[in-house]
């Protein structure tokens, strides 16, 4: 038996599970960061399974001003062993310099995608239930306002049509052009 057969399930499980909890991971800073609700179902949810590890680092590791850097450290810690196990698992050697600027840059990435689906999905939901506010929708608005607020100080309201959403979405994609390249191209170097 090949074992690139049973190399790629398994890259696939590593990958799945270790995106899933990174992403919970990095929700959980980001609305601890911008001050969503905390008594909020969602918020609650991140809390609970992610508790148990941030918990025991937060004794080593002490926030750094509103920053929790316990949080920061295990996201870049979790990428970077979610990184070296499938690039390990593919026969690919890589030094620890190109290790990290790849899982920086994965994580990056992710930071920006955060945010094109968070206003992505708000717009929508302000299109299609307009009125509604639930849990889903109080972090969405916790999570975007403060990028929709500086856009809409650009660019006001035309006809009682919001563009801030459109506005923040191409800034989004202009700083996923403008960052992740040189990153990449740095990792390159690297190995």
Not at 85 to 106: C, E, H, K, N, P
């Amino acid at each position: 038996m090949d074992f690139n057969y049973l190399a790629n399930p398994v890259i696939f499980v590593i990958d799945s599970v270790a995106s899933l909890y990174i992403l919970a991971l990095l929700l959980r800073f980001l609305l601890q960061w911008c001050g969503a609700p905390y008594h909020n179902p969602i918020s609650q949810f991140l809390v609970k399974i992610t508790h148990s590890p941030l918990r025991f680092l937060r004794r080593f590791v002490p926030p750094v001003g509103k920053i929790d850097s316990s949080s920061v450290l295990l996201i870049l810690v979790l990428q970077m062993l979610t990184n070296f196990f499938i690039l390990r698992l593919q026969g690919v050697a890589v030094g620890v310099g190109t290790l990290v600027v790849v899982s920086f840059a994965d994580l990056v990435s992710l930071f920006i995608n955060v945010f094109v689906f968070a206003v992505f999905a708000r717009a929508l939901l302000s299109w299609v239930n307009p009125g509604a506010f639930d849990a889903a929708t109080a972090i969405l608005v916790s999570l975007t306002e403060p990028l929709l607020s500086v856009a809409r100080k650009m660019i006001p309201a035309l006809g009682g049509l919001d563009l801030s959403p459109l506005v923040v979405l191409l800034f989004l994609q202009l700083a996923k052009m403008v960052v992740l390249p040189p990153l990449q191209q740095l990792a390159s170097l690297l190995s």
